[in-house]
């Protein structure tokens, strides 16, 4: 599953590194979560939550069924 969440992760990348941001996978939980780290100007971002829910999870979600949640860290 780390694998397609990670190639998941790729497809979002360059939309992210257009802004000056960035996102990095930290852990595949068994139970489903998926745990990352903004980077790069979405760092200190306060739009960076609705980025991580309605763009990165929405992604991730569709491509890995089986990801129940995505949260930073």
Do not use: F, H, N, W
């Not at 939309?15 to 200190?44: F, N, P």
């Not at 939550?49 to 491509?63: A, C, F, H, S």
């Amino acid at each position: 599953m780390k694998e397609e969440v990670q190639k998941a992760i790729e497809m979002i990348r360059p939309s992210l590194q257009a802004d000056g941001g960035d996102v990095e996978l930290v852990e595949v939980c068994e139970d489903g979560t998926v745990k990352v780290k903004m980077t790069g100007a979405c760092r200190g971002c306060p739009m960076s939550q609705m980025t991580l829910k309605m763009g990165i999870e929405k992604v991730i979600k569709q491509k890995v069924p089986a990801v129940k949640e995505v949260v930073a860290v």
